[in-house]
T-cell receptor, first 114, second 115 residues
Framework: DAGVTQSPTHLIKTRGQQVTLRCSPK?????VSWYQQALGQGPQFIFQ???????QRGNFPDRFSGHQFPNYSSELNVNALLLGDSALYLC?????????????FGPGTRLTVT | DQQVKQNSPSLSVQEGRISILNCDYT??????FLWYKKYPAEGPTFLIS?????DKNEDGRFTVFLNKSAKHLSLHIVPSQPGDSAVYFC??????????????FGKGTKLSVKP
């Protein structure tokens, strides 16, 4: 059973550019969340997708947008990249409805903005 | 303002002894708590969770204790093994729109278990 997968593993972009990160959830999971983890910090919630709609959003600007596809996979898009966007971007999936709310994380995408 | 705090950035323990990692929270709406372990270059791995209706949950060598009145939880690892060396994150969530909301993480505690 494949876990959460993310692509690419690493990415280097220039300020002002746009980036798209991809995530495939764990088999059977229908909810996908995205987090940003800066160096020395815990992951910070960006947004969550369920049934192809953004269900909840953290304190991130509109430059951060996402999408969920019918097969539950998801994309995170960041426009007009800033140096401060350099971080590890984590995707997590959840199997709701069983009274347990663990989120299972992928390995992350390391984004470097120069 | 940090809603989930892990005040010890690091902890060093001898192999075979108990490791105790602590976490405090401020939001009384949190009703589900989780611990994750993270190795370098990997995503966080779920370890153990506890609902606010319980005060203890055990899974093998890992036990989580919840003290709601003190807004404090702790993770006990007994016995500690060198492979437990990693960064441990405490996370909390509250109900949101009929489901469970996003996770709020602490900054993590780096555990080193010495042979």
């Amino acid at each position: 059973d494949a876990g959460v997968t993310q692509s690419p593993t690493h990415l280097i972009k220039t300020r002002g550019q746009q980036v798209t990160l991809r995530c495939s959830p764990k088999s059977g999971h229908d909810t996908v969340s995205w987090y940003q983890q800066a160096l020395g910090q815990g992951p910070q919630f960006i947004f969550q997708y369920y049934e192809e709609e953004e269900r909840q959003r953290g304190n991130f600007p509109d430059r951060f947008s996402g999408h969920q596809f019918p097969n539950y996979s998801s994309e995170l898009n960041v426009n007009a990249l800033l140096l401060g966007d350099s971080a590890l971007y984590l995707c997590a999936s959840t199997l709701p409805g069983q009274g347990r709310y663990e989120q299972y994380f992928g390995p992350g995408t390391r984004l470097t903005v120069t | 303002d940090q809603q989930v705090k892990q005040n010890s950035p690091s902890l060093s323990v001898q192999e075979g002894r108990i490791s105790i990692l602590n976490c405090d929270y401020t939001n009384s709406m949190f009703d589900y708590f989780l611990w994750y372990k993270k190795y370098p270059a990997e995503g966080p791995t779920f370890l153990i969770s506890i609902s606010s209706i319980k005060d203890k949950n055990e899974d093998g060598r890992f036990t989580v204790f919840l003290n709601k009145s003190a807004k404090h939880l702790s993770l006990h690892i007994v016995p500690s093994q060198p492979g437990d060396s990693a960064v441990y994150f405490c996370a909390a969530s509250a109900r949101y729109g009929g489901s469970q909301g996003n996770l709020i993480f602490g900054k993590g505690t780096k555990l080193s278990v010495k042979p």
